[in-house]
């Protein structure tokens, strides 16, 4: 072992009984207490009241960022311009199980939705599907996201046209992925002789423009709202998340959504010194400021959280990928990279890089106290997976002296461990809530709006003159101010 070791033990920090521990971030009592002086001195603590209150944190936009209002299980009254929402966000939970109830013989359902509308609700369908003896409802649900027919084919391989349910997710109802998707779908179902009227009875819709999807052919009783008050990226908790109640029940939804709200809690009352989001914010921004890094990665020792990551990377990088500040000033530092997967499948992966590559890469290690399965080698097998957890972190904190450089590990790579007492709803959506919560609270330290995307749509806008230019099958296209001359060549040999 290295003769200076990295391990700085420093208290448990829990809510909820989730437990954050800290010690191999190498951050000293001091450098903590100064981080907490920094982290008031910017405003936090108003700023996360703000949040809470309903304030237009989102300044660019001039909208509140109230996503933790459809997780409000206790219906506190939460005010927008002096009304409360509490009463639509409770009607569409009403009708959310209403729907569970009413659908009878439904064999599968197609959920079209693309970003924020897909990664959320597909991370909790499997991530719960590992819950031993968890209640499915018995309908096979199927995430449609990609452009690419390939995966709309495999799905469509696979359902019952005339038991299929579709639900078509989309803020704006004019994504291009999913109206395109949607549409396909509808087709298939009249390819396999479904009426008119089995097709209307067979479309919902989660969208705050309701007004598009009923023009798409919706009937208006099967369009659930949600509001320009919640992103895309946080709006899982509202009809965005359907597919957890269809597929295991009202309750178990409502167990997630409480999860979240015990998290909310927990950031909205609990001292910085005490309140896990801000902790783990600001380890982040320490690292940052000490070895300015650029990437860190999140691995779960728990092959239901597989998903985890991809949906934390929209999290964190749309939510906080920017290079100018609230104020329209440049800023030091932003999101990192984050990337990560299922422990102990990372080991065989890319640890390499992490243990004895040049670059600092700080980890959450996220491990959960009880097995995912109720088979009988559950219990070894888990002791099996806690350990390379911990040894994992162990060995990149203090690192090994070696007479062969080659099998020297210089240590020091800081981690968090992240305890959950087990994996269900409740717990999933206390996750879930933790890291939304402490992506806001990064913004807020770099003063960044965590509550937009602008760079997002850029890209968009060109598609449109290089599809015209796909599709009219001409290889003479020149450049121009819409289509630059890399990009011509490269439409004109596609169209050769």
Known sequence: MSLQPYSSPQPLHSAINVVLDTAYQGISDSDWKNLFASARQSGLEQFIADMFAGKHI??????????????????????????????????????????CNKWVGVTDVIHIGIGGSDFGPRLAIEALAHVPGIESRGM????????????????????????TRVLIVSKSFTTLETTMNAK?????????????????????????????????????????????????????????????????????????????????????NAPLEENLPVIMALALLYQQQKHDIKAYAVIPYADALDWFPKWLQQLD????????????????????????????????????????????????FIAVREPMS???????????????????????????????????????????????????????????ALYENRTATLGALWNINSFDQPGVEYGKVLAK?????????????????????????RINFLNS
Request: hydrophobic share 40%.
């Open 58 to 99: 989102n300044n660019s936009e001039d909208r509140p960022a109230l996503h933790s209002a459809l997780r409000n299980l206790s219906k506190t009254p939460v005010l927008i311009n002096g009304a409360d929402v509490m009463p639509a966000v409770d009607d569409v939970w009403r009708r959310i199980d209403a729907l």
């Open 140 to 163: 096979r649900m199927h995430f449609l996201a990609n452009i690419d027919t390939a995966e709309l084919a495999r799905i469509l391989a696979h359902a019952q046209p005339h038991s």
């Open 184 to 268: 396909a779908v509808v087709a298939w179902l009249k390819e396999n002789d479904c009426t008119k009227s089995q097709i209307a009875h067979a479309l919902y819709a989660v969208t705050a423009n309701v007004t598009a999807a009923k023009e798409f052919g919706i009937e208006e009783d099967n369009i659930y709202p949600f509001w320009d008050w919640v992103g895309g990226r946080y709006s899982v908790w509202s009809a965005v998340g359907l597919p957890i109640a269809l597929q295991y029940g009202f309750e178990t939804f409502k167990q997630f959504l409480a999860g979240a709200e015990s998290i909310d809690l927990h950031f909205k």
């Open 317 to 364: 990088m749309e939510s906080n990928g920017k290079s100018i500040d609230r104020d329209g000033k440049p800023v030091k530092h932003s999101s990192p990279i984050v990337f990560g997967s299922a422990g102990s499948n990372a080991q065989h992966s890319y640890f390499q890089l992490l243990h004895q590559g040049t670059e600092i890469i700080p980890i959450d």
């Open 374 to 432: 109720d088979r009988p080698e559950a219990v070894a097998h888990h002791h099996i997976l806690l350990s390379n957890c911990l040894a994992q972190a162990q060995a990149l904190a203090n690192g090994k002296d070696d007479v062969n450089p080659n099998n020297v590990y210089p240590g020091k790579r800081p981690s968090n461990l992240l305890l959950l007492p087990k994996l269900n709803a409740f717990y999933l959506g206390a996750l879930l």
């Open 465 to 489: 003159p290089i599809e015209k230019a796909l599709t009219s099958h001409q290889n003479n296209i020149q450049a121009s101010a819409e289509i630059d001359a890399v990009t011509a060549a």
